[in-house]
């Protein structure tokens, strides 16, 4: 029994060990249908730090969404100031679905529903890009 | 001996099972200074699949600085089209850096400069996100 335990371990520990790399979406050789759903919101209240809060708890319970493979949720680092470096939003979210399908069910999902309910009241302005990895 | 070993490689299975979690940075406890640079180039010669084929076989020069610790290169993903997507860029890198000051190092290295030099001719727009992970 022991044995049989001890064999079970192996067999788990390995599978975990495994795993990352097969769902690894960092991994360079992507899925090439893999989805990245990249948003960022300008907040009504601008810089306020409390409503930055309220949407990024928001934002975190897009994790239950099956569809949803990773979530980020950022805010504008302190990189040198640039031209081309757009600063100006509040919080950012970056998402990863397998394929078109995955983000196309997180749409409706009652979730996600929710949350444009609850929280849109605090976003002035969202932008998207939806990136097919190659 | 055969004690040892099978102890030997259970510690080491079990390290194997925990290293993705503090490395992956898809993961959801992430490093919170991790840093993500998404950048969207819109080409001279807008839609032209040489141009776009030429800009992605530079950015992927780019895996050769080792602050850059993943890159995914896209293109915009045929989702739903809705008024706060933006999907009229031609070409899109995604990269992750350890913190600011991977960023910076990145900003300076000759070989994101040698890129900057051979293919800068073919966009006539970029915009830039960096966003820390919260």
Redesign the interface.
């Known amino acids: 029994m022991q044995q049989y335990n001890?064999r079970k371990?192996?067999a788990q520990?390995?599978l975990?060990?495994a795993?990352?790399?097969i769902i690894?979406?960092?991994?360079?050789n992507?899925n090439a249908s893999q989805?990245?759903?990249?948003v960022?919101f300008w907040l009504k209240n601008a810089g306020s730090e409390t409503d930055r809060k309220q949407l990024?708890e928001g934002l975190k319970t897009l994790?239950a969404i099956k569809e949803v493979k990773?979530?980020?949720?950022?805010?504008?680092?302190?990189?040198?100031k640039?031209e081309?470096?757009?600063?100006s939003?509040d919080v950012?979210e970056?998402m990863?679905f397998d394929n078109?399908e995955g983000?196309?069910a997180y749409?409706v999902h009652s979730v996600h529903k929710a949350f444009v309910e609850k929280y849109s009241h605090l976003w002035e302005r969202?932008?998207?890009?939806?990136?097919?990895?190659?």
Chains 1, 2 share one sequence.
């Open positions: 001890r371990f192996i520990a390995s975990l060990a795993a990352p790399l690894n979406p960092m991994a360079n992507t989805l990245v759903h990249h960022f990024i994790r990773q979530l980020l949720i950022g805010t504008p680092a302190s990189t040198e640039r081309v470096v757009d600063n939003y950012s970056l990863y078109v983000q196309n749409q969202v932008v998207v890009y939806d990136m097919l990895v190659v």
